[in-house]
């Protein structure tokens, strides 16, 4: 039961390939649902997928 | 009055030939495109005013950039260039970002308030460092997702790469940043807080 429940759970370093590859494709329902779930308990992950929205505003500000 | 709207022009060259080159690196091609720019500015369709004259020149720079890359695409010589993409996705640089079981290794910092950095001049010469450091073709594929706005697929076509390696890309280009924005401005920030 516990084993089957963490091998639903993403790690910090596919949660940030997957935040990253947000930006540029619709991810699927499966992928979007575990990320939620991993952000929900997530601290860390949480203020990267800040950082990187700040990063992309920062970037249209940079050339503009 | 043209004169005048010349030299109001003339002022932005510096800007927008740090932004062609990041782009590009190629600093006589850089100069190519920004002439090519200013040329466009000054006799063309006209600038409404609606924007700034910066944004509305920056426009048409990214115009003249796309044109550059694929020119540059179609010559035999450069497809060498672009070549070496396959090099820089064989970096693997990030391992030392996560523990061995994905667990963050040096989890990313508190940034404060990131917003107030964007007032701060300071804060973009530090985004030129960080984008200088990039490896070359990763910091021209994240400029023109970043900057120039162009979607994914456009770029995957211009520069005959699959989705996965941009995205393999992209994801390289963001960590490095946010790394280097972290390190070399809010970690100052976090301490004279």
Redesign the interface.
Known sequence: MIRRALGHLLMCKEVSRLLSQAEERRLTWWQGWRLRMHLSVCDKCTRFAAQLRFLRRAMRRWSS | MATDFAREIEVHRGYLLR?AHLQLRDRDLAEDVVQDTLVAALGGSGFAGKS?L??WL?GILKHKIVDAIRRKQREPAAVASFGDLEAELDIED?DA??KA????ES??A??GD??A??GRRE??DV?DFCLEKLPPNTARVFMM???MELE?DEICTELAIT?NN??VI??RA??A??EC?EQNWFADKGRSR
């Open positions: 932004i700034s910066k944004t920056t990030f970002l996560f079981n994905g667990a963050w989890p990313p508190d940034w990131p917003e950095a964007l804060f973009f985004m997702r970043e900057v994914s989705a941009l995205w992209l994801y963001r960590m940043l946010r924005l």
